[in-house]
């Protein structure tokens, strides 16, 4: 079965840090672009970033570029978001997502994982 | 930056009618857009890419069409399951975008 489970999630304090991971199984893992998607609570989805099969090169939206690095154990098939300097809209699940080819649609989300960023 | 406007916000139907919804691009995307579906508490689910083409394991009643600037996702008899929230996206230009979405509501 092809699967995306994130991890990580939680609640943090403006200007601090958490790491977000995904596990994926099922599909051959370095064949595909990566991303992660976020939506507030209530709101629509955003994209936030996306990382090549082979790790080089990255996409970042504007709103996290210079906060947020997106990178990937392809031995492990984890693609992982580290974000750093959290405000209070960074709120939102995070999901995990595949695109189906190398630059199609988003075809497979995780479930998502809920950041908080609050005092 | 490419901007997709969804309409209606929101589309009150009852189950057995057509929906018709529509995405707007801010310039040509030719036709990289695609459909999700989003139920409460739920991922949203791919339905259509590129414009035109159903994804895996999705019904017939689903259709896209379009191109350029002008997309239409249309159910064409609502099922119960099918009241939810619709997504368009684009994959055509960096930073990839979403529309607002529709909220397709039990009338």
């Known amino acids: 079965e092809v699967q995306l489970v994130e991890s990580g999630g939680g609640l943090v304090q403006p200007g601090g840090s958490l790491r977000l991971s995904c596990a994926a199984s099922?599909?051959?893992?370095?064949?595909?672009?990566m991303n992660w998607v976020r939506q507030a609570p209530g709101k629509g989805l955003e994209w936030v970033s996306s990382l090549t099969g082979n790790g080089e090169n990255t996409y970042y939206a504007d709103s996290v570029k210079g906060r947020f690095t997106i990178s990937r154990d392809n031995s492990k098939s984890t693609v992982h978001l580290q974000m750093n300097s959290l405000r209070a809209e960074d709120t939102a699940v995070y999901y995990c997502v595949r695109r189906s080819w190398p630059w199609g649609p988003f075809d497979i989300w995780g479930q998502g994982t809920m950041v908080t960023v609050s005092s | 930056e490419v901007v997709l406007t969804q309409s209606p916000a929101t589309l009150p139907l009852s189950p057995g009618e057509r929906a018709t919804l529509s995405c707007r691009a801010s310039?040509?995307?030719?036709?990289?857009l695609a459909w999700y579906q989003q139920k409460p508490g739920q991922a949203p689910r791919l339905l259509i890419y590129d414009a035109s083409n159903r994804a895996t394991d999705i019904p017939a009643r689903f259709s896209g069409s379009g191109s350029g600037t002008d997309f239409t996702l249309t159910i064409s008899s609502l099922e119960p399951e099918d009241f939810a929230v619709y997504y368009c996206q684009q994959r055509s230009s960096w930073p990839l975008t979403f529309g607002g979405g529709t909220k397709v509501e039990v009338k």
């Open positions: 099922g599909f051959a893992f370095s064949n595909h672009v």
């Open positions: 310039q040509s995307i030719t036709n990289y």
